[in-house]
């Protein structure tokens, strides 16, 4: 074995076909996508070069001041509820209902199956308040306050779209931090136990920096899912009123496919990369240096 | 060694092998060669929208009776995508010189004309007249469709619309509401009845454009039929304060509650069953709503009921009150390289029956002669019909002259208008900003 894997050419032979896919399918379009953000115009009218011109729009554009914005608020709040919720829920798991919690774990993990869309529809419908009053709505009413057109403004929608999205994925988290949970050796949370540690100094002190490398991965899982939101803005809100609630990632894909300004909306899309590269370096140095101290 | 190399060379050869394979896949599939490229067409091959059904529909009638010779010679080939992934459709179509031999032209006028200008699009006023046929056409429609597309007649009038307020004939009896004629008669009607608790209007927040269709027939009724060509050739703003007048007008109706709860929230096929239930007195729309007027499944007031006016006047305006919005529906149109004799048969064909075959089987008007015959299905179509043809100049909608972005923009904001959470200088500034953007 390793004489196959130290001859170079067994390695080119080996590594060769899926690096050529990998490069004609992902590196070929980035490195084509950045040329693009460069250019000005669309497949009907054809290239041309635009120069720097895109890239000084991207800092003038309202637009996409608002976007990044709101991309980073959602991506921030989504992030934390996402693994916040599902940390609890593995605790609940791990915890309080033990070996019985089979039945909500997959309760809870149900909504990671559906499809977004349907996700978008039902949440749509529970708090519409026209045409018909949804469920909300509904409970508002029967104490006392009036309805809220929850997407009529671009806070209320906002919130629904948080509400949604840690719905739809916390279970996913809780099942990922519960796998973490459970690879804690027992003998450790026994000796803590005689200790004197219960509650929530056990958790606190033994738990958290035990759990804290699969924490951090779903930190960085979730946080960069979330920079990229999409299907559930577009189901949900399809980025309205206005542009109230719309990411990057829709901008970009409205500005490049219907606008019709491929250039500009490559430019946007660096910005996202450039973004997501950020961020996640940002968390890996700091879950690193975490790491070490733990 | 010498039972090694023959297995790396063999190994390299595959490598070259599968990497050149999926070389020539990438290639074949950026090509073009699709059907509607080449010089001559195998089919008559029509992209549609998913949405509007009319127009399939009775090719296919068509397809089996009046022009049975042109199907056999091409025969019809529909494809539909949804409305909204139209534009992104064509783009790549375009892109790949693959467009269909007939096909919806984009969702704003702006993509059609982009089209024409790289030349995909036939001069269809040259081709029609050459065929002999260019005299099916409505004079109302083909002025339409030039004012449209600058001068040119880029579109096919599958359809011809007006646009007016639709009204419910028993409510506003009951309530001692005479049609308004002036703007301020309207608003006093509407008051009158959001007093006896009937919803006022119905209109359709989801899609916008029915909100932005009153702010922009204001404008023609107060500053005339020129008002929005002059924000097209820069020489008015949105923001100009006679221009924010009409966005505070169309507001203030919204902010009395006048189009009922949650207005962004409503869809098309929503606002259209409010009116035909009887939910709500009035509602803007374009004629091609008497196909749902006249349907008795779904009209429960009943088609007697439901009566059609004009967009009253402005108190003085410059515009007149028979001035109609038209529009030519979505646009349809024949692809410049696949235009040959076959598909010129097909035209002419269409030109001579599509009038009567679309207004017999789907009480769709269009703006091709009607050479049969049709008794109308009632009275309200009548009236529309008569109007159509006894109108003398028309006007646009509020969006016709706008790039794609503007037109998006106007009407996702239209709703945050008439709810509120948008002041009208606010709306009309941020639609200016996007007609500078390009």
């Known amino acids: ?294 | 060694m010498s039972l090694r190399m023959p297995r790396v060379r063999r190994a390299r050869l595959s490598l070259f092998t599968a990497g050149t394979a999926s070389l020539a896949l990438l290639t074949t599939a950026c090509g073009g060669g699709g059907a509607g490229s080449s010089a001559a067409p195998k089919e008559f091959s029509y992209l549609s929208v998913t949405e509007n059904t009319t127009v399939k529909t009775a090719l296919t009638t068509m397809s089996k009776g009046a022009c049975k010779s042109a199907n056999d010679a091409l025969p019809l080939k529909v494809e539909t995508v949804p409305q909204a992934s139209l534009d992104q459709k064509l783009q790549l179509l375009a892109g790949q010189d693959a467009l269909p031999v007939q096909f919806a032209a984009g969702n704003a006028p702006a993509l059609t004309q982009q089209l024409a200008k790289s030349g995909k699009v036939a001069d269809l006023e040259q081709e029609l007249k050459s065929l002999g046929v260019l005299d099916q056409l409505e004079p109302a429609a083909v002025s339409t469709i030039k004012a449209l597309y600058g001068g040119k007649v880029e579109v096919l009038p599958y359809e011809y619309n007006i646009e007016g307020i639709f009204y419910n004939k028993k409510l506003f009896q009951e309530n001692g509401i005479a049609v308004p004629g002036t703007w301020d008669e309207l608003v006093a009607g509407a008051a009158k009845l959001d007093a006896k608790d009937i919803q006022p209007f119905s209109a359709s927040g989801q899609q916008g454009w029915p909100l932005t269709r009153l702010v922009s027939t204001y404008l023609y009724r107060s500053l005339g039929p020129d008002a929005l060509q002059k924000v097209a050739d820069g020489k008015a703003k949105l923001t100009d304060p006679e221009y924010v007048k009409a966005a505070e007008e169309v507001a203030a109706l919204g902010e009395k509650g006048y189009f009922g709860k949650g207005v962004g929230s409503i869809d098309y096929d929503t606002a259209m069953n409010q009116f035909l239930n009887g939910k709500a007195a009035m509602f803007y729309m374009g004629s091609w709503a008497l196909a749902n007027v006249s349907d008795a499944k779904q009209n429960k007031v009943g088609a007697e009921n439901v009566g059609f006016m004009p967009f009253p006047a402005v108190a003085g305006g410059k515009g007149s009150i028979d001035q109609y919005p038209s529009n030519v529906g979505l646009g349809i149109t024949l692809g410049a390289k696949s235009f040959d004799e076959k598909t010129g048969a097909w035209a002419s064909c269409i030109a001579k029956n599509y009038g009567s075959t679309a207004l017999k089987d789907h009480g769709s008007i269009s703006g091709f002669k009607v050479n049969t015959e049709v008794k109308d299905a009632n009275e309200v179509t009548t009236q529309v019909r008569d109007t159509i043809s006894t109108s003398k100049q028309n006007v646009l909608w509020f969006e016709a002259l706008f790039s794609t972005k503007a037109t998006t923009v106007s009407q996702t904001n239209a709703a945050g208008l008439v709810a509120g959470s948008m002041k009208p200088e606010q709306f009309m500034q941020t639609v200016q900003d996007a007609l500078a953007a390009q």
């Open chain 1, 1 to 294: 074995m390793h004489r196959v894997l130290g001859d170079r050419r067994a390695i080119a032979i080996l590594l060769g076909p899926a690096l050529l896919v990998y490069s004609l399918i992902m590196l070929v379009p980035i490195v084509w996508s950045l040329g693009y953000s460069f250019t000005k115009g669309n497949t009907i009218d054809g290239f041309t070069g635009n120069g720097v011109a895109n890239f000084s729009r991207l800092f003038d554009d309202p637009a996409v001041h608002d976007a990044l914005w709101f991309t980073l608020k959602y991506a921030a709040i989504v992030t934390v509820g996402q693994v916040v919720a599902g940390y609890l829920l593995a605790l609940l798991y791990v915890f309080f209902l033990k070996k019985s919690s089979a039945l909500i774990r997959t309760l809870a993990f149900f909504p990671v199956v559906l499809p977004t869309v349907a996700v978008g529809l039902l949440f749509q419908k529970f708090f519409q308040v026209a045409p018909q009053t949804g469920p909300v709505n509904s409970l508002l009413n029967a104490v006392g306050i009036e309805s809220i057109d929850f997407f009529g403004s671009a806070g209320s929608a906002f919130w629904v779209l948080i509400v949604m999205d840690i719905w739809r994925s916390m279970g996913f988290y809780a099942v990922l931090l519960f796998a973490g949970l459970v690879d804690i050796p027992d003998e450790v949370l026994e000796s803590a136990r005689l200790d004197g540690a219960s509650g929530l100094r056990l958790i606190r002190h033994i738990v958290l920096p035990l759990s804290l490398p699969v924490l951090m991965s779903s930190l960085i899982f979730s946080i960069n899912g979330t920079l990229k939101v999409f299907d559930s803005v577009v189901a949900l809100t399809n980025g309205g009123p206005g542009n109230g609630t719309t990411p990057l990632t829709l901008y970009m894909f409205q500005t490049s496919f219907t606008y019709s300004d491929y250039g500009y909306g490559s430019t946007i899309a660096l910005l996202l990369t450039v973004v997501c590269l950020l961020v996640s370096l940002v968390v890996y140095r700091v879950s690193q240096r975490d790491l070490t101290e733990g």
